[in-house]
C-alpha cells in the first residue's frame, strides 16, 4: 500500500508541476498578445486571445493524461496505450463511463486521477 501511494504521490506532483509550470510560462507568452490600450480590445484580437488561452490549457490537460496513460501502460493495467489513454481521460474528466476499469488492485488510481484535475475544472 505504501509503495502505491507513493507512486501515486509522484504522479499528483508530475500533474501539479506540469499544470504549474504550463501556467506561469502560458501566462508570459500570452502576455505578449495582451492589448496595452483599451482601444487594442477588438472582438477578433478578444477571440483570438481566447483560442490561444483555452488550447493552451487542453494542452496542459492533455499532458496530464498522457502521463497517467503512460503510468497505466507500463504498469500492465491495461493491453494497449489507446485503452490507457482512454481510460485516463475518463478518470482524470471524471466523466467515468465504466466501460473500461481498474482491477480491484488499482482502483484508488483512477480517483486519485480525478482529484488533480485543477478546480476551474470540477463542476
Do not use: N
Given at each position: ?77 491495461f493491453p494497449d496505450f489507446e485503452t490507457s489513454f ?38
Amino acid at each position: 500500500m505504501f509503495k502505491q501511494l507513493l507512486v501515486l504521490f509522484l504522479l499528483v506532483s508530475a500533474c501539479v508541476a506540469i499544470h504549474g509550470g504550463g501556467m506561469i510560462l502560458g501566462l508570459r507568452w500570452l502576455g505578449r498578445f495582451w492589448p496595452r490600450k483599451p482601444g487594442d480590445f477588438t472582438p477578433l484580437r478578444t477571440f483570438w486571445f481566447l483560442v490561444r488561452l483555452v488550447y493552451g490549457l487542453l494542452l496542459l490537460h492533455l499532458l496530464q493524461i498522457t502521463v497517467w496513460a503512460v503510468f497505466y501502460q507500463l504498469d500492465g493495467c491495461f493491453p494497449d496505450f489507446e485503452t490507457s489513454f482512454y481510460y485516463s481521460a475518463a478518470s482524470y474528466s471524471t466523466v467515468g463511463y465504466g466501460d473500461v476499469v481498474l482491477g480491484h488492485e488499482g482502483r484508488i488510481r483512477g480517483a486519485v486521477e480525478a482529484v488533480t484535475r485543477p478546480p476551474s475544472m470540477r463542476r
